[in-house]
């Protein structure tokens, strides 16, 4: 009985020290499931990010357009198309006048087409894939091509 008393609180817990083998795996697993559930979501995630970009930058090109539009005698620009990240230069189609510019984002590729009395804008991200048109002689808002490149949405649009 004495011996019992002598004891310090908590004395056999010293031995019952660490994680099982068993508790391990178990975080283990659990791990590898959060993982297994969380790199598909990022990678629509990012997926979803780079086809707003894509648009955003043909709203963009739809502004300064109009801009060069206004600033040239009510003369849209001659047709040009940019390479992934490359900003377009807008020149007039005949004649001289002020350039202008749009600003393009990082993997995104845009074109502008020039059919006289209306333009067309295409817009595609390199790594979202979906292309995004604007017509401004029948769209109101820049929507989704069925193409699946910006030379063939400038084929269809106009």
Known sequence: MTALLRRRPG?????????TLIELL???VIIGVLIAIAVPLYSNYKKG???TSAS???RGAISAVEQFYTANGNQYPKD????A??????EPKTGTGTNGTVTVSSNNILAVKNNDTYYVICGQNTDGKTVYSYNSSTSKSVAKSSATDVDACLTANG
């Open 11 to 19: 004395q056999d817990e010293d031995r019952d020290r660490g994680f």
């Open 49 to 51: 990010a780079a086809n």
């Open 26 to 28: 178990v975080v283990v």
């Open 80 to 83: 040009v198309k940019g390479s």
């Open 85 to 90: 990240g490359q900003n377009l230069t807008l």
């Open 56 to 58: 955003s930058d043909v």
